[in-house]
């Protein structure tokens, strides 16, 4: 019998969103539920040890805390398996897949300086997880489009968000720093191309993510209002 799945959720978690992708792709029926940041509920409390989302309820009964024991349980349990079938493979993205959070921080540490100097100093940072994964991507012997080649896999899952993340912050202050890294630019395309990947958040997801730097008074910030006032003049 098929599990009832509901993810617990900020709106804009990168997170949960991987695990939401992993549901997306393996076109699993699943519920989300967004919680206050702010005012986080006691029931979630009692089941996030960090208080952290992603949480995942199995069936309204069991619960389960991080993304990436998330998504090894739904890669055990729900087919299609999305992680290679050959244990050396499977490891090698499991070990880039450890990766996945010095990636993140890097990106995000960016994404939430609170001032240009903290900016331009942590920006440059990118370069070093960006020229890993680039390494990764020359040496994993298949032409792509994904990280294991035709098929999605689970480290696509991964890394999908905080390219994303990457891209909104690019596109608000170009940073010229993916153009260097060809193979991470177009599994970077593909992967936001990726079905699962653009069912896996609200619609408004960069809006929401723009938001979220307002609210979190963060300096990347003032170019969301620069470019709504761009549009406004322009209109
Ligand atoms: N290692 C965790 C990281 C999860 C995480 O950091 N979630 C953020 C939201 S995107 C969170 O809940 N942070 C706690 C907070 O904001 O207090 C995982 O992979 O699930």
New binding site residues.
């Given amino acids: 019998m098929t599990s009832r799945f509901m993810l617990c959720s ?1 709106k804009t ?4 969103q991987r695990a939401a992708i992993v549901l997306r792709a393996k076109e699993v029926p699943y519920e989300i539920t967004y919680i206050d ?1 702010d005012n986080r509920p006691a029931w979630f409390l009692a089941v996030s040890p960090h ?4 949480v995942l309820m199995i069936d309204g009964k069991e619960a389960l ?4 024991a998330i998504a090894e349980y739904l890669d055990e349990t729900v087919a299609p398996r999305l992680h290679p079938e050959d244990p050396l493979a499977r490891a090698r993205n499991r070990a880039w897949t450890d990766f996945v ?1 010095t990636f993140a921080g890097a990106i995000s540490n960016t994404a939430y300086a609170d001032s240009e100097e903290e900016f331009a100093a942590r920006a440059p940072r990118i370069s070093g997880p960006f020229g890993k994964l680039e390494e990764a991507l020359g040496r994993r012997g298949n032409a792509g489009p994904y990280f294991n080649g035709a098929k999605f896999s689970l480290v696509d899952a991964a890394y999908a968000p905080f390219l994303q993340r990457y891209t909104f912050m690019d596109r608000l202050r170009p940073l010229g720093i993916i153009e260097r890294f060809p193979l991470l630019s177009a599994w970077r395309d593909a992967l936001l191309a990726a079905p699962a990947v653009r069912a896996s958040t609200v619609a408004d997801i960069e809006d929401a993510w723009q938001e979220n730097l307002i609210l979190r008074k963060r300096w990347l910030a003032k170019f969301v209002r620069q470019r709504v006032a761009g549009v406004a003049a322009a209109g």
């Fill in positions: 900020f978690c990168p997170w949960v940041r208080s952290k989302v992603p805390f991080e993304s990436n959070p």
